[in-house]
């Protein structure tokens, strides 16, 4: 490798598969701001939330417009709303809480990524990066849309790109371009098919600065730090590079027309380069240099410190952690299955990989059982070793502690109030509301009354399996026609879906072949029997009983005489 492997002892990442979920296939999955909750897109066209501490399915969000499988997922900053684009061409604004859709437009081209802007708490405006053409400003409440440049103006500054290699319909050809935010959206950093990042005003659809790749090769992805200190980028050249954020975090593109005293002699192409070489400064490269491989979907940790990036070969499930020193700590292999997305855990040292058979395995630290750590004042011996007591151990107050209690100054008050800000989330607004969990919604128990009528319906099918040539018909038609042939099998049916099966076991259903066979040989002997004698097999039974079977019966008598 391009660096020696590291004692793994020293970083706190992911080391194994703690477990995996499992709903349909999913294809992307995104984390909200505090890791409590996952997003998954799925390839029925179906959005998927887990509660991320129960490892549970806490909201479905499917749209019934759109059945096409989804692309990207991406949360707003508080957690209210969450954006889907989907291979339909469709953009998709949900309320998480309510499981509505707020907003939906369709685009030109399939949506590759979509990420809503981030210095909203509740954004209608996002960037999507489509299959075949330039990055886009898409405003979901009114379906307009703002196309970015994607390569140097030539005729001036800010002036958009000529259009060529048109296709049949019109529109231009691209190579599939990745763009992103800044962290408070004020920016859009673009790399284009040159390799160049583009840094653009989006609001006066201007590009203000450019930064020049080593080797010009295209831009595959593109993603800042979560605290914006630095951005990601993955070229073709099978490198991944790091870059330092210059500008402020907050008012960077006031800053930037603040700082940007550029001497007069530069023009055009080469004031931008000077502009782009004050916004970023390469920081690290990363790569296998014996393998070669590609890489797919590279991020950040959540505080920054470790660098991922998952392999691009088929067949291979590799995760590779380097520290942001450049040095390779950890490689993650996994099942024999190819990686389409990943991603890390905000707070925790987890990271959460999508295979292409749609399963998302969870890789989390393996800790080791230290039992010592609840008994600090003991030490672990690796072998007997001759114990020298000290001179005052056992007194009654030892010289050690009095030296402690002179340092304890019981007057001073504890704030027990004040909450102390998480670094990770020091941009924090109190005042507005997050969602970090979504309310459970409780499947109602069976009432008791409902309970004794699903008990003398059991008792019913009992008898049934044992009685008459009859009964046996009845059992096999109220099996084969419809659910609800009496309320008591209706009631019977729903408690069953309710409880889970819990007080009815499932039969297994008869095939309809089987259920024509058994039909006509008992067909035979039912009109030798008169309706007499039907209502006499039910004397000894209780008056829920024989209120169902005479239902039963009459149905079947009607059947067979019509």
């Known amino acids: 490798m391009n660096a020696p492997i590291i004692d793994p002892l020293q970083g706190d990442f992911p080391e194994v598969i703690e477990e995996y979920l499992e ?27 887990w509660d991320f501490e129960t490892r549970g399915i806490a909201k479905e969000l499917r749209d019934k417009d759109s059945v096409a499988a989804i692309t990207s997922v991406c949360w707003s900053k508080y957690g209210h709303r969450i954006l889907v684009s989907a291979a339909d061409k469709s953009l998709t604004l949900w309320d998480v809480v309510k499981g509505e859709k707020i907003a939906r437009t369709t685009l030109q081209q399939t949506p590759l990524q979509a990420r809503l802007h981030p210095g909203s708490s509740t954004p209608s405006i996002c960037l999507a990066c489509p299959l075949s053409s330039a990055p886009m400003i898409v405003d979901l409440n009114t379906g307009s849309t703002t196309v970015l440049p994607v390569s140097l103006p030539e005729a001036g500054i800010g002036s958009a790109p000529p259009i060529r290699n048109k296709f049949a319909d019109g529109s231009s050809g691209f190579t599939p371009t990745s763009a992103c935010f800044n962290k408070y959206g004020d920016l859009v950093y673009v790399g284009n098919s040159k390799g160049e990042i583009l840094i653009i005003d989006h609001k006066n659809v201007i590009v203000r600065g450019v930064v020049l790749i080593p080797g010009g090769a295209v831009i595959k992805n593109i993603v800042f730090s979560r605290n914006g200190q630095y951005l990601l980028t993955n070229s073709n050249d099978r490198t991944i590079r790091i870059y330092e954020n210059l500008l402020p975090l907050k008012d960077g593109l006031k800053s930037l027309d603040e700082s940007s005293n550029i001497p007069d002699e530069l023009d055009g192409v080469e004031k931008l380069k000077a502009v782009g070489g004050k916004c970023l400064a390469l920081f690290r490269e990363f790569q296998d240099s014996i393998t070669k491989i590609h890489w797919k979907v590279p991020c950040f940790s959540g505080d920054g410190e470790w660098v991922v990036g998952g392999s691009a070969s088929k067949g291979e499930h590799k995760i590779y952690i380097w520290d942001r020193a450049g040095h390779l700590v950890k490689i993650l292999e996994g099942p024999k299955e190819a990686l389409i997305d990943l991603t890390w855990h905000p707070v925790h040292p987890i990271v959460v990989s999508v295979s292409l058979t749609g399963f998302a395995y969870i890789w989390a630290k393996d800790y080791t059982e230290n039992w010592s750590a609840f008994a600090p004042d003991f030490k672990e011996l690796e072998e007997n070793e001759e114990y020298v007591e000290r001179e005052d151990e056992f007194d009654l107050m030892p010289e050690t502690e009095k030296v402690k209690e002179s340092y304890v100054n019981e007057d001073d008050e504890v704030d027990i109030v004040t909450v102390e800000k998480d670094s990770a989330f020091s941009d924090s607004d109190t005042s507005e509301e997050e969602i970090c969990f979504l309310p459970a919604i409780p499947c109602p128990d069976v009432s008791e009354q409902q309970y004794k009528c699903v008990e003398s319906s059991s008792k ?25 042939s009496s309320p008591i099998e209706a009631m019977d049916n729903s408690a069953a879906e309710d409880t889970g099966g819990t007080h009815l076991k499932r039969r297994r259903k008869p095939s309809e072949k089987v259920l ?47």
């Open 460 to 484: 019913l099918v009992d008898s049934n399996h044992s009685g008459s040539p009859l009964s046996e018909e009845a059992r096999q038609n109220g099996q084969a026609t419809t659910h609800a």
């Open 23 to 49: 709903y349909g296939v999913m294809k992307c999955i995104a984390f909200n701001r505090r890791g409590t909750l996952l997003a998954a897109g799925c390839s029925d066209g179906s959005c998927i939330i």
């Open 516 to 562: 024509e066979l058994q039909a006509e040989k008992v067909r035979k002997p039912l009109k030798k029997i008169k309706p007499s004698g039907k209502l006499s097999k039910t004397k000894n039974k209780s008056p829920v009983e024989k209120e169902t079977s005479i239902c039963v019966y009459a149905e079947d008598v009607t059947e067979e005489y019509h």
